[in-house]
């Protein structure tokens, strides 16, 4: 606590210690990987890389467009559509409730932002899902946003990225969600006949039905380093197969050993790699 009351001597130190344990929680975090106390700012200005160790704190979907599109400047697109609750469905709460807790708490109104910019120069479109937005699940509206980006990519021969960060199918919209895996796959087959490149990135976590459809369909399909990237989760596995599974499973560095991925790519290092990679797509 030392640091905390040299920064703020005297009269604005707050009276109880609850208060003081806030303010402080805002400046400084402990990192998940090596332990050591990070200064926020110093995440801030590294891309929420612990400068430390390297390990890669999750960033939310309009960080992600900010750090990618040139000047962090974008167009968007689809952004009011929104689900109509097709199957009325209630769990803890009504899916109706939950969506309007999402949006107030992300200012989202589903769990992907489409955009357009450009790209060390060049025109792209990217995608990214929000994982605060019911754990960047797909149902109707995502699946639709992402047809559309293809689309829209299709017309105007723009190269297309997905940033991938989601716990799989919407369950609250059943099958209308499993329906947007087909739906989105072969909409990247007419991409991928009109000779448009698309990149997948894969961030912590990529699962389930996400895994199973687009985040496994680009040109190249790369990974943020130490991301979790399966489809079913490490424990329905071992109980299926009886078998205690290897060290580091289902990690972006496991997965590239195994050939699962194209490269496991530094946050820092993501925007030039995927300039370069439409540099020799499109050359
Ligand atoms: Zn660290």
Redesign the pocket.
Known sequence: MAWFTRDRPGKDAPENSEERHVRTEGLWLK?D??G?I?WKKALDENLQV?P????HFRVDARTRLETLFDEGKFEEFDVHLTSTDPLEFVDSKTYKDRLALMKEATSLSDAVISAAGTLNGRRVHICALELKFIGGSMGSVVGEKITRAIERSLHGRVPLIVISASGGARMQEGAISLMQLAKISSALMRLDEAKIPFISVMTDPTTGGVTASFAMLGDLNIAEPGALIGFAGPRVIEQTIRQKLPEGFQRSEFLLQHGFLDAVVNRAELKNYLAASFDFFLA
């Open positions: 990192c990987s090596c050591q990070v612990c430390k160790c390297g390990f």
